[in-house]
């Protein structure tokens, strides 16, 4: 038999263990915002895919040492779209019907973005990284947004730097064959001619291919002063680059907008030497939060930061920022969306301002290759 002294210490002790509503023990039960991170796991895009995940993850870990947001963790959560379209849409879908995300981060490849946007239309918050394609945005729902420069933007800061510094008389396109690869033909080919420069060909390549050399054996018989590449992921990237130095082409060699990261470098050998990109992304900016996210990256990780890296951690932020504006509330999308269209978003990469669709302006650098470092080119 239980005394009775023994009856009210239990009682009085279950009652310690019972949060009130209200109490600091309360907050810190609090459930956390569940974040869907929707990537090439695996795939061509697999070293993609990675990187932004391993630049998402430091940054909730640098979130949640602080206390998260409003009291709550951020857990994320990772699904795999392979880098196809199919696959974007079936794990979206997957993430919001069965596991209950609060909040997506995806869009690595314009493909993938472009078909996944359509089924998480008005319906979360979603938040794509370095899609470059126009129609993500301007197509788009109320509760999307998009990190990185689109293609037209690129383009714009990008051809002027061709134009007035790499200064090629001629130049010829080896584009990834989608609707990305073909925007950007475009795009520079109406830019680059307006500046003078000579267009003489292109080739395309495919999202599965491992050998370029026919196609560059072609670029290399056109005499163009540069050959600029447009490459969606690092593996065939390298090997692209790799494949240009091989068929004994001398000319300059262009490195399309915001692909360039320390792997690829490292992959390509010396293929890449003096080789320019453009990029937001430097890693002496001076953005508050960028020093601790550095420092959690390589405590974390193995590879090095870069700009995919980087998008995963704005993507976090971003959708951080939101939550933190709309009371700690991860599905008052409504509240949310109007605060990171009416407000700056400091990020990473510095002030991040959203267009009222949801397309994010920020600074764009131009880089070059520079014994083996990626360096910001200064004027």
Known sequence: MFGRRTLLAAAAALALAIPVAGTTGAQAQQPPVRIAVIGPMSGTGAFEGQLGL????????????????AGRKLELLTYDDKGSPEDGVSA????????????????????????????????????????????????????????NATSAMMSEFYSKAICDR?????????????????????????????????????????????????????????????IYVAAINTSQGATIYRQ???????????????????????????????????????????????????????????????FIAALGAQAVQTLAFGVEA?????RAYDKIAAALKSQEVPTVMGELRFSDKGQASQAIHLVQVQKKQIVSVRD
């Open 244 to 306: 240009i130095k091989q068929t004994g082409y001398r000319g300059k060699v262009i490195a399309s907008a915001g692909n360039m990261n320390p792997k690829l470098v490292e992959l390509s050998g010396n293929s890449l030497e003096q080789v320019y990109s453009a990029s937001p992304f430097t890693e002496d900016g001076s953005a508050p939060s960028l020093k601790p996210w550095l420092e959690q990256y390589r405590k974390d990780y193995k590879n090095e930061p870069s």
């Open 54 to 69: 391993e630049g998402a993850q430091a940054m909730a870990a640098v979130i949640n040492a602080k206390g998260g947001v």
């Open 166 to 226: 790499i200064k090629p008389k001629s130049i010829a396109f080896m584009n990834v064959n989608d609707d990305w690869g073909r925007l950007e033909l475009d795009n520079y080919t109406k830019l680059l001619t307006a500046c003078g420069i000579e267009v003489k060909g292109h080739e395309f390549y495919n999202r599965t291919d491992t050998d370029f050399t026919t196609a560059l054996t072609k670029l290399k018989s056109l005499n163009a002063d540069a």
């Open 326 to 330: 709309a009371g700690g509330d991860p």
């Open 92 to 147: 979206a879908k997957r993430a919001m019907e069965q596991d209950n995300v609060d909040m997506i981060i995806g869009g690595w490849f314009s493909a993938v973005a472009l078909s996944m946007k359509e089924v998480t239309r008005d319906k979360i918050i979603t938040v794509m990284t370095s899609s470059q394609h126009p129609k993500v945005t301007e197509e788009g729902h109320k509760y999307l947004f998009r990190l």
